[in-house]
């Protein structure tokens, strides 16, 4: 990418990542976040090395107990001596920049397991933003042979469901007594989650909400349920309780993605949209700031009304593929 | 666009929205939002008219009196006589999709009014999204000879900070006693506000707030406030106090706007983005879902380790240009 052109030695951080060192697989996160210009030369060389990684994504309103949920996997998981790293993604920065890094301390209780790798990703500004890094930092993750990765978003909005169509196994967590969980299930979440946790299920309320989260799910995704019943799992995480059922649901889940061949689905769908990324962004630095096919020029006719808007893009996009006239 | 091609009479809707009806108004905004195949025809039939409508942007947390606000300055324009159009703007759908029907139920007192005009827009989930229908939407009110249109998006980010980027003036507001407006100004919006408006100015803390934002401004924006100096207004939405104070900062803005320059320059920028934004979905439509450029076998390719996505992506995009090797 455009960015700083700092040397960097890649195969020694792609070496050192593979062999579970923390401080290569956080510099190779540093660059996927930079859009360093080494990327393209970090990814083929991460690229024949991983696959095993199993990717849960954690999604769910603020309040709900998502961060204590994670520190409470990642102790369940530790249990079995599964190396498992957090990747923790704020979609809404520069608003709440604050939250994750919150979480962050709150989880410094595994600061000092070498099991454990704990890192929050931003997108410092760079073409193409989440979309671009998520799947990058993930794959470094990846390589690095994690068991198991948990892929945690704040709670707000669409841009929170791409993120989490990154996960192979996609926990939606509600709580109850919180409307907007049940609200937010309706209003698109449902689509996306593989196993449903209500936290905090010792409190009044708790029954209802995980009836009414089954109704939904069996009036609202037919075509799934054939393959895999989504559960709905009870936890109070503060204290670890149902957390176990959440690991074998979870376990499940991926033992299903395997057999049914859905796993491997899933990974093509990602990396056609990692592609489709990269790609994006490469024409966007074609067309933008500077030297770019969308001149001042251009952008002046339109904002004098001289020309339109699509005249105007068609155009562009002629002069680019060099093939006129497709619309 | 793709989407549905039933036939729509461009033409006379183009002059209907013109001679301010706002059924061709509304069913124009509808065919922005569905992505219409109409759409094209639609933009170069209205490129000649308008460039006189002052698009004002409000953005602050939820809480912070918004659509109290918006309803004030509808009635504050409308006293003197200025046509009026709110576009209402929800980034974050699916997520929180009843915030903005509430506020626009709240705006019902000028539901009656033909000089008002009010509605929310929602990307129906077409390529592009939000960055693409909110400029098409503001060019028809523009040439639906609006005086004013009132930009509202609910506080939810990122997304919040591009739709606001759309407007000529932008106003963020913020309440006293709430720590995150002043937390939000210090995280980003400091730089997209053109007026910054205390509202619940009765409150305690209203002192505070009012000098920490002027601190902040001083402190955060020195190039802008050589040219423009950054008012911070007091209101009480609810019952209109200071709102007389805000619509002469509003008019203020844009007058310093016109003389200096900035306006064709703030208008150029955006009409670079929106050919940008058509340019790439074009683009993206190529190289996407069925028959696209990114092909079953690249992304199995991409999948399984045997290739990596910078070399996918390159591929893809040197068949989309016909012009290997540049990267």
Do not use: C
């Given at each position: 990418?455009?960015?700083?052109?700092?040397?960097?030695?890649?195969?020694?951080?792609?070496?050192?990542?593979?062999?579970?060192?923390?401080?290569?697989?956080?510099?190779?996160i540093?660059?996927v976040?930079?859009?360093?210009?080494?990327?393209?030369?970090?990814?083929?060389?991460?690229?024949?090395?991983?696959?095993?990684?199993?990717?849960?994504?954690?999604?769910?309103?603020?309040?709900?107990?998502?961060?204590?949920?994670?520190?409470?996997?990642?102790?369940?998981?530790?249990?079995?001596?599964?190396?498992?790293?957090?990747l923790?993604?704020?979609?809404?920065?520069?608003?709440?920049?604050?939250?994750?890094?919150?979480?962050?301390?709150?989880?410094?209780?595994?600061?000092?397991?070498?099991?454990?790798?704990?890192?929050?990703v931003?997108?410092?500004?760079?073409?193409?933003?989440?979309?671009?890094a998520t799947?990058q930092a993930l794959?470094v993750l990846?390589?690095?042979?994690?068991?198991?990765?948990?892929?945690?978003?704040?709670?707000?909005?669409?841009?929170?469901?791409?993120?989490?169509?990154?996960?192979?196994?996609?926990?939606?967590?509600?709580?109850?007594?919180?409307?907007?969980?049940?609200?937010?299930?309706?209003?698109?979440?449902?689509?996306?989650?593989?196993?449903?946790?209500?936290?905090?299920?010792?409190?009044?309320?708790?029954?209802?909400?995980?009836?009414?989260?089954?109704?939904?799910?069996?009036?609202?995704?037919?075509?799934?349920?054939?393959?895999?019943?989504?559960?709905?799992?009870?936890?109070?995480?503060?204290?670890?309780?149902?957390?176990?059922?959440?690991?074998?649901?979870?376990?499940?889940?991926?033992?299903?993605?395997?057999?049914?061949?859905?796993?491997?689905?899933?990974?093509?769908?990602?990396?056609?949209?990692?592609?489709?990324?990269?790609?994006?962004?490469?024409?966007?630095?074609?067309?933008?700031?500077?030297?770019?096919?969308?001149?001042?020029?251009?952008?002046?006719?339109?904002?004098?009304?001289?020309?339109?808007?699509?005249?105007?893009?068609?155009?562009?996009?002629?002069?680019?593929?060099?093939?006129?006239?497709?619309?």
């Open positions: 990418m455009a960015q700083a052109r700092r040397t960097v030695d890649v195969p020694s951080l792609v070496a050192g990542a593979r062999e579970g060192r923390s401080r290569a697989v956080a510099r190779l540093s660059l976040e930079d859009g360093h210009a080494a990327l393209p030369e970090v990814m083929a060389a991460l690229a024949p090395h991983g696959g095993n990684t199993h990717v849960i994504g954690l999604t769910g309103s603020p309040g709900v107990g998502k961060s204590t949920t994670t520190a409470a996997l990642i102790a369940a998981f530790r249990a079995q001596d599964k190396r498992v790293a957090v923790a993604v704020d979609p809404s920065s520069p608003f709440s920049g604050g939250a994750l890094l919150g979480d962050r301390i709150r989880m410094e209780q595994h600061a000092t397991d070498p099991g454990v790798f704990i890192r929050s931003a997108s410092r500004g760079h073409l193409g933003g989440l979309s671009f799947p794959r990846d390589a690095a042979g994690f068991d198991v990765v948990l892929l945690e978003t704040v709670g707000v909005g669409q841009s929170e469901v791409e993120v989490a169509a990154r996960a192979e196994t996609t926990v939606v967590i509600v709580a109850p007594g919180m409307g907007d969980g049940v609200q937010a299930a309706k209003a698109g979440i449902l689509e996306i989650g593989d196993v449903f946790v209500v936290n905090k299920a010792d409190r009044d309320g708790a029954d209802d909400t995980v009836r009414d989260l089954r109704h939904m799910i069996q009036l609202g995704n037919p075509e799934r349920s054939v393959d895999w019943r989504t559960p709905v799992v009870r936890t109070v995480a503060s204290r670890g309780d149902g957390i176990p059922d959440l690991v074998e649901s979870l376990v499940a889940h991926r033992g299903w993605l395997t057999s049914s061949g859905a796993l491997a689905d899933r990974r093509r769908r990602r990396a056609r949209a990692e592609i489709e990324a990269i790609a994006l962004a490469t024409l966007r630095r074609r067309l933008g700031d500077g030297g770019g096919l969308v001149t001042d020029a251009v952008a002046s006719a339109v904002a004098s009304g001289d020309t339109d808007v699509y005249a105007a893009a068609r155009e562009v996009v002629d002069r680019l593929t060099g093939e006129p006239g497709r619309q």
